[in-house]
């Protein structure tokens, strides 16, 4: 089975663009979450999907956005981008929502210049 | 005081020590997560805890639930465990919060 995926995994962009970003989950799974990685906060939740609809999200500013197709597949906007959004951006996948073990992409690499 | 702490933040060990990492936590969960991440940022799930005690070859993760408090033993530890491990919380709200991870290095 293929794991998750996610594109592009590297992305430069100037601060006031908008980027979005893409993240294939593993075949069946139906819950995809999305996080941001930086040096200075670690690890923070941004939104889980399950089903198209978003059961929980962290506490970003309304700049960030995500969304589920009915294919599972997920992707996530970040509008009117500032150089603290630099980071990496991972998704992970899970058979169902509710703390199940997830399977994570290789992640999204955004340098805002 | 933030919600989960992990200790240490560094460990540096001898090849064939026997390492424990602790994670405690402040907040009501349904599922405790450790995660491994390897330079260049891919990130593994090693366990799911809800309760108890689980092995996965020479890793061990135990939670206490009434205590708030976690482990992750790696026993006979080798060069190639050397990685960040993260203690990952899923709340009942279906949020997750994330230690800050521990840095390990295991010298050959």
């Known amino acids: 089975k293929a794991g998750v995926t996610q594109t592009p995994r590297y992305l430069i962009k100037t601060r006031g663009q908008q980027v979005t970003l893409s993240c294939s989950p593993i075949s069946g799974h139906r819950s995809v979450s999305w996080y941001q990685q930086t040096p200075g906060q670690g690890l923070q939740f941004l939104f889980e999907?399950?089903?198209?609809?978003?059961?929980n999200k962290g506490n970003f500013p309304g700049r960030f956005s995500g969304r589920q197709f009915s294919n599972s597949r997920s992707e996530m906007n970040v509008s009117t981008l500032e150089l603290g959004d630099s980071a990496l951006y991972l998704c992970?996948?899970?058979?169902?929502?509710?703390?199940?073990?997830?399977?994570f992409g290789p992640g999204t690499r955004l340098l805002v210049l | 005081k933030n919600e989960v702490e992990q200790s240490p933040q560094n460990l540096t060990a001898q090849e064939g020590e026997f390492i424990t990492i602790n994670c405690s936590y402040s907040?009501?969960?349904?599922?405790l997560h450790w995660l491994q991440q390897h330079p260049g940022g891919g990130i593994v799930s090693l366990f799911m805890l809800s309760s108890g005690k689980k092995k996965h070859g020479r890793l061990i993760a135990t939670i206490n639930i009434r205590e708030k408090h976690s482990s992750l033993h790696i026993t006979a530890s080798h060069p190639r465990d050397s990685a960040v491990y993260i203690c990952a919380l899923h709340s009942g709200t279906y949020k997750y919060i994330f230690g800050t991870g521990t840095r390990l290095k295991v010298l050959a």
């Open positions: 992970a996948s899970s058979l169902g929502a509710g703390g199940e073990t997830q399977y």
């Open positions: 999907y399950f089903s198209e609809t978003q059961r």
């Open positions: 907040v009501g969960i349904s599922a």
